[in-house]
């Protein structure tokens, strides 16, 4: 059994009479020393301004002295790719609510965080909604992650609008993680109809660590109807729809699925696991509570020319490393067309298909697999298809 990570920080949750931001104002912040004491949404936004404008805070503290809210007005994030934050923001247990971005591209409260900076002990709640003609990357936090975020969580129900047919990154806590997550959770559900996104319950793709860190909300890649001639790509996992790093000491007690219905493509690769929905990184000491789907169902008379569902308690997909691992719950992957395809299904306890190293885990759930033809649904209690190496895991 893997101990479940807490965290343990007590936040405020007073209901006395917050700052709530009017769509525009600034006030400038005075600092004590290299400490800006932020009480006031439009002090936050003071901040937004100087960091855009290439004041990066590096070797500063903020310090949120409240909880904010951002009155669901379209916000600027703090930071860019390009100018990206690079100090010490100390939520001090404080909240800040109801985020709302239109066509940023690294967004969510801050756009990017540096090598040096660190985020801690701050909640995100409300709702975080993102608008968006081109590609994002999105956390309730921060949009891209090259530093530090610890201590922190995210209650924002996070919905997208993303008409771009690239990939976006959507995550409880940032979009994409090159660095370290640590002691953190998300507790608000994800949805999203974007034809090609990665999603998970802290990160949308992982190239870092995430430790520590715990999801309890519903991540849900649906669509289900459009022209959609670029194909279709979702993955959705607990922690991070994609995995290129380490993540260890988690767990996900939120439902994952990924599905397409009544849509016309050429294409279509749905990924969902407990914890990854495709993973060539390290998954260790990780466990998985909740139902897994990865379901295509199309009655169309188009030809598809591909049509593959993958569904692991774990990971969708595996050519990395699982290792003491564990999932409780069902796990189900569909692939079904009307007009015949090359539709393929697999479902795993642990992970949909193998192709890397799965070590000392084990299901205690159910696994299914639905396609057109039986032969094409591939199913087992560890992996539907195994291309790799499996060691005293039952």
Not at 259 to 267: F, G, H, Q, V
């Amino acid at each position: 059994m893997v101990n479940m990570p807490e965290l343990n920080v007590t936040f405020n949750s007073s209901t006395a009479s917050v700052d709530v931001w009017d769509g525009f104002s600034t006030a400038e912040v005075k600092p004590k020393g290299d400490i800006y004491s932020v009480s006031k949404a439009s002090e936050l936004a003071w901040i937004a301004e100087q960091v855009n404008s290439g004041n990066n805070f590096s070797g500063r503290t903020v310090r949120l002295m409240s909880n904010i809210d951002l009155g669901d007005k379209i916000w600027k994030p703090i930071g860019s790719e390009n100018n990206r934050f690079d100090g010490l923001f100390d939520g001090q247990t404080n909240s800040v609510m109801n985020i709302r971005t239109q066509n940023s591209t690294y967004t969510g409260l801050f756009g990017a965080v540096d090598d040096n900076g660190r985020i801690v002990k701050l909640g995100m709640k409300g709702t975080f909604k993102i608008v968006s003609d081109s590609e994002v990357y999105a956390g309730a936090i921060t949009g891209v992650n090259h530093g530090t975020i610890e201590d922190c969580f995210n209650a924002c129900s996070i919905f997208t609008d993303i008409k771009s047919e690239e990939n976006s990154s959507v995550g409880g806590i940032a979009g994409v993680n090159f660095k370290m997550i640590s002691n953190c959770f998300n507790d608000a559900d994800m949805v999203s109809s974007s034809p090609a996104v990665q999603m998970g319950g802290l990160a949308g793709v992982n190239n870092g660590i995430i430790e520590e860190c715990y999801n309890e909300g519903k991540v849900s890649s649906q669509i289900q109807e459009g022209n959609l001639p670029a194909g279709v790509s979702i993955y959705s996992g607990g922690m991070s729809g994609i995995s290129h790093g380490f993540i260890g000491k988690c767990y996900n007690e939120g439902i994952v699925e990924s599905s397409l219905t009544s849509a016309e493509t050429d294409y279509a690769e749905l990924f969902a696991g407990g914890i990854c929905g495709w993973s060539d990184g390290h998954l260790n000491d990780c466990y998985n509570l909740k139902g897994i789907k990865a379901v295509i169902n199309i009655e169309s008379e188009k030809e598809m020319l591909t049509a593959n569902a993958y569904a692991g308690g774990i990971s969708g997909w595996n050519s990395g490393i699982i290792e003491k691992c564990y999932n409780e719950n069902e796990v189900r992957s569909v692939s079904r067309l009307s007009k015949s395809g090359a539709e393929e299904s697999y479902s795993g306890g642990i992970v949909g298909i193998n192709l890397g190293n799965v070590h000392q885990s084990r299901n205690m759930g159910k696994a299914y697999a639905e396609s057109s033809t039986d032969t094409n649904a591939h199913v087992h209690s560890i992996t539907g298809k195994n291309d790799g190496s499996i060691t005293d895991s039952f």
